[in-house]
């Protein structure tokens, strides 16, 4: 069993559901769907219209386009929650945004805009850590003069003729910034994971998966042919027991020894608020002689007192990360996604990885956005900004997490994480949640079943050092002043151990 002592505190919040909350969640789930077969009995009598797309008569004998179930849900239970995703923003979406109203008349299947404009609602939405998405100041200069120089777009993939030297500047600085060799950017955050781990990983491969990867890393699994398993989340244990298992056993059937073993993590995991325990997973694989492969979509810029990373928040060697995955579109405020590690690691995938060779190289004021954002986060624009805003983020994040948990509230995650998850649990909350803080000038994100749990129903708050003290104290006392409102909310006593429900939040 290896044992840990990390340099900084390390703190998760993470609370299993209650069992009276459980079995009220199922219940409702239980009710939505017996109403959804009543509509669906309905529709079929053409008694109810039906709007969403069906097979034709002749499809349904082949086969068939939709799986039964799937469809059900998305017909009758994700669209009453649809109308608090997707709301078109008509301004800068910083730490405040304006969204243009709209109404539905079926139920979220379609929407009429109103024309009216909701002003200055509170984005607690974006993933804008570092408050680097705006339309002044030094990074949108900086992209108003590259749309000068190069124009919006480059019309061609990097091997072609769509290589500028911004484009080699921006490599060269990520790899500065990250400590490693060599670094290679790709147009879209998504591809960079599902179209290169199919180039690093094959047949006869083994690939150790987090339970809860993002999904581009689950779809790069998948497309390379590898042997897929998963371990449970951030659980040395569980991770251990498959290297193990995977060195004794082999490949199956022929008991070979594997070709390769892939460690796939990510830095910070986007629903649930926690931070990867990275220590211990390089020293699992240096016991075990295996590759990590580390996902900092969410963890670049925001972590760390360079904001290099989960690798400089334990104050870890970038070395011992053998491919060190990111995106631009966090906390750079920009677009793409990038890979470092040593120098014969990129050359490979500039020759073999699907993204590098046939997508479109990024847009020039895209990657000088980058350039600028990164210079400032490192401080070679001769300013102090970056640090500000690095410290910024750290005390809006731990400040925010406090009033919550003194408030009552189940968060979870880890106390630095600027991805905040508050519980929600019952289905009718999702939505409801949503629209009400909506009303209160706020805009949140709510996410259910199938993208947590069933019964884990959540609002996910992103912490940005844009954000004000005031902001985060209306956010938090909003919060609270929803539960006088018919939307209850899973709270509990900060001053005891037993979890209470209070039936109107």
């Known amino acids: 069993t290896i044992v840990f002592l990390y340099k900084r505190p390390y703190v998760e919040s993470f609370e299993e559901t209650p069992l009276l909350v459980a079995v009220l969640t199922y219940m409702g789930y239980g009710i939505l769907t017996v109403f959804g077969y009543l509509r669906d009995f309905l529709r079929h009598w053409n008694i109810e219209k039906c709007h969403v797309a069906k097979?034709?008569?002749?499809q349904?004998?082949?086969v068939p386009l939709y799986q039964d179930f799937e469809n059900f849900y998305t017909r009758n239970l994700y669209m009453r929650i649809r109308d608090n995703w997707n709301r078109p923003i008509c301004s800068v979406p910083g730490a405040k945004m304006d969204l243009v109203q709209r109404v539905s008349p079926d139920y979220n299947w379609t929407f009429q805009h109103t024309g009216k404009v909701v002003k200055d609602?509170?984005?607690?939405g974006s993933y804008n850590y570092l408050g680097f998405a705006e339309n002044n100041g030094a990074c949108a200069e900086a992209s108003l003069q590259?749309?000068?120089?190069?124009?919006?777009?480059?019309?061609?993939?990097r091997c072609e003729m769509g290589n500028l030297n911004i484009h080699e500047e921006m490599e060269q600085l990520v790899a500065r910034f990250l400590g490693v060799e060599s670094a290679m950017a790709f147009g879209m955050g998504f591809a960079t994971n599902s179209m290169n781990i199919p180039a690093?990983?094959?047949?006869?491969?083994?690939i150790l998966s987090d339970e809860l990867n993002h999904a581009s890393l689950v779809l790069g699994a998948r497309l390379s042919g590898s042997t897929i398993r998963v371990f449970k989340h951030n659980n040395m244990q569980s991770l251990e027991k498959l290297l193990r298992d995977a060195i004794v056993h082999g490949q199956p059937r022929t008991h070979r020894p594997w070709k390769k073993i892939l460690i796939v993590v990510?830095?910070?995991?986007s629903m649930e608020g926690s931070i990867v325990r990275l220590p211990e997973v390089i020293a699992l694989k240096k016991r075990y002689k295996a590759y990590l492969y580390l996902d900092e979509a969410h963890s670049i810029g925001a972590l760390g007192p360079n904001g290099r990373g989960v690798v400089d928040y334990f104050g870890l060697d970038p070395k011992d990360v053998d491919i060190m995955m990111g995106t631009f579109t966090k906390s750079f405020g920009a677009a793409g996604g990038y890979i470092g590690g040593k120098k014969d690691l990129i050359d490979y995938?500039?020759?073999h990885s699907h993204s590098a060779l046939y997508a479109t190289s990024m847009s020039p004021p895209v990657v000088q956005q980058i350039i600028t954002s990164m210079k400032i986060i490192m401080g070679e624009d001769g300013t102090k900004l970056g640090a500000d805003r690095l410290r910024q983020l750290s005390e809006n994040t731990i400040y925010f997490r406090q009033r919550l948990r003194e408030m009552g509230f189940i968060i979870y995650g880890n106390n630095d994480s600027p991805v905040v998850p508050l519980m929600l649990y019952m289905p009718a909350k999702i939505g409801a949640f949503g629209r009400e803080m909506l009303k209160r000038n706020i805009g949140t994100v709510v996410v259910g079943f199938p993208a947590t749990p069933i019964i884990e129903s959540r609002a996910r708050f992103c912490i940005s050092a844009a954000h004000t003290r005031e902001m985060l104290d209306k956010v938090s006392l909003q919060s609270i002043t929803v539960k006088k409102s018919p939307?209850?909310?899973m709270m509990r006593c900060p001053s005891s151990t037993k979890l209470k429900v209070r039936v109107k939040i």
């Open 487 to 489: 939307v209850s909310v």
């Open 146 to 157: 590259a749309t000068h120089k190069y124009g919006v777009g480059v019309s061609s993939t």
């Open 266 to 269: 990510e830095g910070i995991y």
């Open 121 to 124: 609602v509170i984005n607690m």
């Open 60 to 62: 349904k004998d082949f």
């Open 55 to 58: 097979e034709r008569a002749e």
């Open 349 to 351: 995938l500039r020759k």
């Open 200 to 206: 690093l990983t094959g047949k006869g491969c083994l």
